[in-house]
């Protein structure tokens, strides 16, 4: 995945020094964190405008100067196991073994991602964020294509087997000039603590440094 963002960045010209700004979400901020500590090694085809005639194994190819900015959110550096709360491997482990059909899942996914309190305000309409949430939710699940068991097991594992090494998460803090790192104080997929572990791994800077909101669903806002 992190492979793919970097294709992506070529595919699109984005390949000038400092000129991209990364925000990577819970799962997303895992890939970023690939991205920029020089763990991608992979031989690019050599029809590929960007390929090396003589690649060598553990190339790194990573892109730390074309960014000017990283912004980490709900995410975590790895190294620790840290499974998610049991109601979302509850809810996991039913979608895995098909007790909970994926259409069935938007409302059990909204009270995981966001806050009762939060999803039972309404706006000046009188309609409250959980009917505008789970509608978004369904748009996006009519037009997406269905994840596969195996690409959802594929996931999990990803997630729990991520590691950055204290040398990469160095590496990250000192090859970008601003990075952020943004969690809220409750969230039941990955914990907060390991957001506040990432900022002290990496040498976040002033300009951006450590925000912690009062909770996941007010990012939303």
């Keep these: 995945m ?3 963002a970097v294709d992506l960045l070529d595919h699109l010209g984005w390949t000038e020094e400092r000129a991209v700004s990364v925000v990577g979400v819970s799962m997303g901020g895992m890939i970023a964190q690939e991205v920029v500590s020089a763990r991608l090694v992979w031989w690019r085809p050599s029809s590929s405008p960007h390929a090396h005639t ?3 194994p553990n190339q790194a190819l990573a892109i730390p100067s074309r960014l000017s900015s ?15 709360s049991l109601p979302v491997i509850t809810m996991i482990t039913r979608l895995l073994t098909g007790h909970l059909k994926p259409q069935n899942a ?3 996914v909204a009270d995981l991602l966001y806050p009762p309190s939060w999803l039972a305000e309404a706006d000046a309409g009188g309609q409250t964020n959980r009917v505008r949430i789970l ?3 369904q748009r996006r699940f009519d037009i997406g294509k269905r994840q596969t068991k195996e690409g959802a097991r594929g996931q999990a594992a990803a997630v729990w087997t991520h590691r950055v090494s204290p ?3 160095r590496q990250i803090g000192g090859g970008v000039p601003r990075v952020g790192v943004v969690t809220g104080t409750e969230d039941l997929y990955v ?3 390991r957001s506040v572990a990432l900022a002290e791994a990496i040498p976040v800077s002033k300009q951006s440094g450590m925000q912690v909101m009062p909770r996941w669903g007010c990012l939303d806002r």
């Design 2 to 4: 992190a492979r793919d």
């Design 70 to 84: 990283l912004t980490l959110v709900s995410t975590k550096g790895g190294g620790t196991l840290d499974l998610p």
């Design 135 to 137: 509608a978004e939710m």
């Design 54 to 56: 003589s690649p060598l």
């Design 167 to 169: 040398e990469g998460l």
């Design 191 to 193: 914990s907060h603590r």
């Design 106 to 108: 938007l409302p059990v």
